[in-house]
Nanobody, 126 residues
Framework: QVQLLESGGGLVQTGASLRLSCLVS????????LGWFRQAPGKDREFVSV????????WYHTSVKGRFTISRDNDKNTLYLQMNNLKPEDTALYYC???????????????????WGQGTQVTVSS
């Protein structure tokens, strides 16, 4: 049974940093694509960042490129999202995801996702 358990969200001010974690179980961690998506109130769930299996490749939405970094700790079966210089528009519920397919152009969507975590809330005040 695949389980994705996020943590690390919170309420921060503009310019602050947060690190999200996703503990993954039920799958061979190294060999699966994993990513982060987010959903703001009244908006569709959108792609934030993806790490291919073994971390060979990473992709980022243009709005977070240069501020967010995705990484994997294979010993801990944990996916991370380091978020720096947070902005109010980053406010959303952040979901960890196990991918079933890749979009090599980087235009990932919920259609590429097979499993979801329960989400962790990130709120950035101005």
């Amino acid at each position: 049974q695949v389980q994705l358990l996020e943590s690390g969200g919170g309420l921060v001010q503009t310019g602050a940093s947060l690190r999200l974690s996703c503990l993954v179980s039920g799958v061979p961690f190294n060999s699966v694509g994993l990513g982060w998506f987010r959903q703001a109130p009244g908006k569709d769930r959108e792609f934030v960042s993806v790490s291919s299996h073994y971390g060979y490749e990473t992709w980022y939405h243009t709005s977070v490129k240069g501020r967010f970094t995705i990484s994997r700790d294979n010993d801990k079966n944990t996916l991370y999202l380091q978020m720096n210089n947070l902005k109010p528009e980053d406010t959303a519920l952040y979901y960890c995801a196990k991918l079933s397919t890749y979009d090599l152009s980087g235009n990932f969507s919920t259609k590429n996702v097979r499993y979801w975590g329960q989400g962790t809330q990130v709120t950035v005040s101005s």
